[in-house]
């Protein structure tokens, strides 16, 4: 079931990041960010009832408020990346790193996966960084310095990013496996607190047009599915499996792409979706 649930999460955080996407192309970041965080908390309240017989505890909510910011961080540092290198090196870096990150925690924290889950675990590591790259456009993206320094190559804020993904991972398990939905509250509480501040500040608020307004409902839904699939996928299963195979979200932007936009796959992420595969086999028979 564990397995399921994080598939389940990497497809509809794919889905997410597409339709946010395409929405930011006629909307300011924010200004997406924070609308499909608010439209998300509405369909949060409407299936709580359905969970609601788990007491709240002040555990579940701190470790969710801290996942919150670390999530809502992890946003703010990679789109700024985004701004100042090419998507080709920056979501590579990031994907790998926010899967790594919770491998190598849950591990440290003495989880033992056996040898044939391990090992898929290492093909979908793989397989996150083929599939995020961009070889298919022909270009070669490198991140140079280019008299901006290493901050100012995207670097810096690449690494941080991909620590704030894994960290959102790791704090969201944190909350333990009797914690129902309540941590997920905390994280939506404390991420649009985080998110409006950050829109006070910069005042780049912009009221999107209706289609875009219809793409951010879909991203907004789509990510209160994906944390709830994540966080159940944690709560039945080993956090160095199931981050790993949420992380393989990039899969479903790559394929949606595809389908929606006609953009052409490159060699290495066609790769990356027959390793992704593979990777998925191994750790459902380990």
Do not use: C
């Not at 359905?50 to 992890?74: D, H, I, M």
């Not at 994907?95 to 979908?124: D, I, Q, T, Y």
């Not at 690494?159 to 939905?181: E, P």
């Amino acid at each position: 079931m564990a397995i399921l649930l994080g598939l389940a999460a990497a497809v509809t955080y794919g889905a997410a990041d597409f339709l946010g996407g395409l929405a930011t192309r006629t909307t300011k970041v924010l200004s997406v960010v924070f609308i499909s965080q608010a439209l998300g908390s509405v369909v949060l309240v409407a299936i709580f009832p359905f969970f609601a017989e788990v007491p709240v505890t002040t555990r579940a909510l701190a470790w969710g408020a801290a996942s919150g910011l670390a999530g809502a961080a992890g946003i703010a540092l990679f789109y700024q990346a985004l701004a100042l290198a090419k998507m080709g090196v920056i979501a590579p870096i990031t994907a790998v790193e926010a899967a790594s990150v919770p491998v190598l925690f849950g591990l440290v924290s003495g989880e033992r996966p056996s040898p044939l889950a391990m090992g898929g675990v290492l093909l979908a590591l793989v397989a996150v960084g083929l599939v995020s790259s961009s070889a298919g456009s022909g270009e070669t993206h490198e991140v140079t310095d280019d008299g901006r320094g290493w901050r100012g190559s995207g670097l810096a804020h690449a690494l941080g990013a991909g620590l704030g993904f894994g960290a959102f991972f790791i704090l969201l398990d944190r909350a333990g496996d009797d914690a129902g939905l309540w941590p997920l509250v905390g994280a939506r509480v404390s991420s649009l607190i985080v998110i409006g501040l950050a829109l006070l500040v910069s005042r780049k608020w912009e009221r999107p047009n209706p289609r875009s307004m219809s793409l951010i409902v879909g991203a907004g839904v789509l990510d209160v599915a994906a944390n709830l699939f994540y966080l159940l996928g944690t709560q039945a299963g080993l956090l160095s499996v199931v981050a790993v195979l949420t992380s393989m979200y990039p899969a479903t932007t790559v394929l949606l792409a595809r389908v929606a936009l006609a953009e052409r796959l490159g060699r290495s992420q066609r790769l990356g979706l027959a390793v992704a595969a593979a990777g998925v086999v191994a750790i459902a028979l380990g």
